[in-house]
């Protein structure tokens, strides 16, 4: 009866903290994110979450550690392709703070500016220049390691908030979306979102980079 007891006993602690974790702050509307009744504190969120054997040569602005495998040759393309992966996070941000509840200061204030110096781009260097399916168009893109035999121009990991990408950037904007959803539902309370959808329609953004002979970035906006 004592075991019994202490077993029942443990099982409604656990349904009591589960409780705990997902209680959230009051309704939400359609595609907004729910409020979260905590955010975990600072001194266990590291500065940066680097992906095994990830080497940065390249820091952004916002703070974002990028590794090139050599794929921008000078400087000034170096510069140009930093400010560009900025650009895509200001748009996901944006798309983000907009799914917010009104009066939001958490997520906005806190977690969402604090993101950026924990994702790592790569930018893949085992890319081609193939026919897209649909557009039939030129494009740079990688093979996929989820589908076999299929091209991809972007993908993320989830444990070290790693996107891969072309040099050209293509696909850039949904990834990183993705990986915002991932590290607000990780270090919240929160329930997980859907930011890689509800912020898809990021658009290409071109740079001054030289990826001819590929035709994709030519309707990237300026």
């Given at each position: 009866?004592?075991?019994?007891?202490?077993?029942?006993?443990?099982?409604?602690?656990?349904?009591?903290?589960?409780?705990?974790?997902?209680?959230?702050?009051?309704p939400?509307?359609?595609?907004?994110?729910?409020?979260?009744?905590?955010i975990?504190?600072?001194?266990?969120?590291?500065v940066y979450?680097?992906?095994?054997?990830?080497?940065?040569?390249?820091?952004?602005p916002?703070?974002?550690?990028?590794?090139?495998?050599?794929?921008?040759?000078?400087?000034?393309?170096?510069?140009?392709?930093?400010?560009?992966i900025?650009?895509?996070?200001?748009?996901?941000?944006?798309?983000?703070?907009?799914?917010?509840?009104?009066?939001?200061?958490?997520?906005?204030?806190?977690l969402?500016?604090?993101?950026?110096?924990?994702?790592?781009?790569?930018?893949a260097?085992?890319?081609?220049?193939?026919?897209?399916?649909v557009?039939?168009?030129?494009?740079?893109?990688?093979?996929?390691?989820?589908?076999p035999?299929?091209?991809?121009?972007?993908?993320?990991e989830e444990?070290?908030?790693?996107?891969e990408?072309?040099?050209?950037?293509?696909?850039?904007?949904?990834?990183?979306?993705?990986?915002?959803?991932?590290?607000?539902?990780?270090n919240?309370?929160?329930?997980?979102?859907?930011?890689?959808?509800?912020?898809?329609?990021?658009?290409?953004?071109?740079?001054?980079y030289?990826?001819?002979?590929?035709?994709?970035?030519?309707?990237c906006?300026?």
């Amino acid at each position: 009866m004592a075991s019994n007891f202490l077993i029942a006993s443990i099982l409604v602690t656990f349904a009591l903290s589960s409780c705990a974790t997902h209680d959230l702050s009051g309704p939400t509307k359609p595609g907004q994110l729910a409020i979260a009744s905590m955010i975990t504190p600072d001194s266990e969120r590291q500065v940066y979450l680097s992906p095994t054997g990830f080497d940065a040569d390249l820091i952004t602005p916002d703070g974002i550690h990028v590794k090139t495998n050599g794929q921008y040759k000078t400087e000034s393309q170096k510069r140009a392709a930093a400010a560009t992966i900025d650009r895509y996070w200001h748009e996901v941000r944006s798309c983000a703070v907009q799914q917010l509840p009104p009066g939001d200061t958490m997520l906005s204030g806190k977690l969402i500016p604090e993101f950026p110096g924990h994702l790592s781009i790569e930018i893949a260097n085992q890319w081609h220049v193939i026919e897209g399916p649909v557009s039939h168009r030129k494009m740079q893109a990688f093979p996929s390691q989820v589908t076999p035999g299929a091209w991809v121009t972007a993908r993320r990991e989830e444990e070290a908030l790693l996107v891969e990408v072309v040099p050209e950037l293509i696909g850039l904007g949904r990834q990183m979306a993705g990986e915002l959803n991932l590290w607000l539902a990780g270090n919240t309370s929160a329930l997980p979102t859907d930011l890689a959808n509800l912020c898809a329609s990021v658009s290409c953004i071109r740079f001054d980079y030289d990826n001819s002979p590929s035709e994709a970035f030519g309707s990237c906006a300026d």
